[in-house]
């Protein structure tokens, strides 16, 4: 199928940014080692046996590596300096990018190894050299019947500047909308290869994985209405204080990882709609198997877990336009931190087993679960308003609290519940007591995450600040 087709080939070259670092001079181009690196993934993403790469910085373990560690890349005849990467963003195309970074199309290939320039996916991450600061940084695009000359001279420049920034024949030789790059840095993200509804569009900390939560942020006119669909969910944009519209989506973690449509549709004030589409790289989560569970068979009967699932699907479903929470979330036991941990993480496969029957049923861990004890108390992680306080089968004594744009946050296993239905909660409020009701095998804290319909991994939202 499409969406996997070239996916071996470029999930090894998915890492972080390189910090600007000095070059070792004449011993060819040197690779700053990211975390999650091995040597073996290193070799194979530039092509050479590990025995070379080792042999040209004197390695005789193989595993004794560090991030931030430098590390001469053999076999680039006629590369040198250091290999810098860039991921693709919406709206980023082969060509933007040749002009951008002003490599040269050859030497892009050779570092990696391009088939086809037509699978440019969001999220993937490309070999760049770094070149020294480039000047070079705005992005325009010319209007349908504007000439290059009309287009130079409205940003300040020649036209024989932009024909040979652009790699360009001539004058003659601009297209409407076509992504250029001119003298001078660019406005926010401006995408200019887009259409002329979306004034700038980014879509943070990329690559997005199965459990993650992609952020969409655009710049519209004034009075543009905003849409779209990430995989097969609904996008629901909202006004940003930074005056952009962002929408936050989870992406299931089960989610088979490959390449998947992101589309943006846009309804300008006078009624006509625009609308722009890429694949994007869903990678894995790496969550592991929890050892197998026996709990309660009626914990696990369809008749009782399939109604109360649906209940949660329901509650979780709309996004609230009021966004309660500000600044980051806390943990919801940050008040007995000292003394707990986590039990198990969101997105760990599991099987849960009825004790004596051979009735069983497979899925993933849905959230965060919190050890401590019996009684300890559970804090409200963000504002928001309490939308569901009561028992279920599965979740025992649970807590729902929306905390607006389609971001929900549950507690489950509670042995006590603190709040009511339509009470308002502020961050690190005592909303209830740690419990062992419901699907258990002792007292703990699950805390769950809903972002537009989907759970995602708690631990992204304690670690960075959403939106």
Do not use: C
């Amino acid at each position: 199928m499409r969406k996997f087709f070239f996916i071996a080939s470029i999930l090894f070259m998915l890492i972080a940014p390189l910090q600007p670092v000095q070059a070792q001079n004449g011993e060819g181009p040197v690779y700053i080692v990211q975390p999650g690196d091995s040597l073996s993934s290193i070799a194979a993403r530039f092509s050479v046996t590990l025995t070379e790469l080792m042999a040209a910085n004197n390695i005789s373990d193989p595993n004794q590596l560090a991030a931030g560690q430098q590390l001469v890349i053999p076999g680039l005849e006629g590369v040198t300096g250091i290999l810098g990467t860039e991921f693709i963003n919406f709206g980023d195309s082969y060509r933007s990018l040749m002009r951008r970074t002003q490599v040269p199309e050859s030497l892009f290939k050779k570092l990696n190894r391009v088939v086809s320039p037509s699978e440019f996916y969001v999220g993937v991450s490309m070999i760049v050299p770094v070149q020294g600061e480039n000047q070079n940084n705005k992005r325009i695009s010319p209007a349908i019947g504007e000439s290059l000359f009309e287009l130079a001279v409205k940003n300040n420049t020649n036209v024989w500047a932009l024909s040979n920034i652009n790699d360009l024949d001539g004058s003659w030789d601009g297209l409407p909308n076509d992504t250029l790059f001119a003298p001078g840095e660019s406005s926010g993200n401006n995408t200019g290869g887009l259409p002329s509804a979306f004034l700038s569009a980014e879509i943070r900390t990329l690559p997005i994985k199965q459990g993650g939560t992609g952020v969409i942020k655009i710049t519209t006119p004034p009075g543009t209405t905003l849409g779209g669909m990430l995989v097969d969910r609904p996008l629901n944009f909202f006004p940003n204080e930074d005056g952009t519209q962002v929408a936050l989506q989870g992406v299931h973690a089960l989610l088979e990882p490959g390449v998947y449509p992101l589309r943006l549709d846009a309804t300008l004030p006078d009624g006509s709609k625009q609308s722009y589409e890429q694949f994007i790289l869903i990678i894995s989560g790496n969550y592991p198997d929890d050892p197998l569970l026996y709990v309660d068979v009626a914990t696990i009967d369809p008749a009782s877990t399939e109604p109360e699932q649906q209940e949660l699907i329901n509650l979780t479903a709309p996004a609230t336009p009021t966004k309660f929470w500000t600044g980051d979330f806390l943990s919801p036991a940050i008040s007995y931190a000292e003394s707990t941990y986590f039990t198990s993480r969101y997105g760990n496969r599991r099987t849960y087993i009825g004790q004596g029957t051979e009735l069983s049923i497979n899925g993933f861990h849905t959230g965060l679960d919190f050890g401590g004890g019996d009684g300890l108390p559970i804090t409200a992680p963000a504002a928001g308003r309490v939308i569901f306080a009561g028992p279920w089968t599965v979740r025992g004594n649970a807590t729902v609290i929306d905390h607006g744009w389609g971001v929900y946050s549950g507690f489950w296993h509670q042995s006590a519940i603190q709040v009511n239905v339509g009470d308002m909660v502020e961050k690190n409020q005592v909303i209830g007591l740690v419990g062992g009701t419901g699907r258990v095998t002792g007292a703990h804290l699950h805390w769950e995450l809903w972002v537009n319909g989907i759970q995602v991994d708690p631990l992204d939202w304690l670690n960075q600040t959403y939106p």
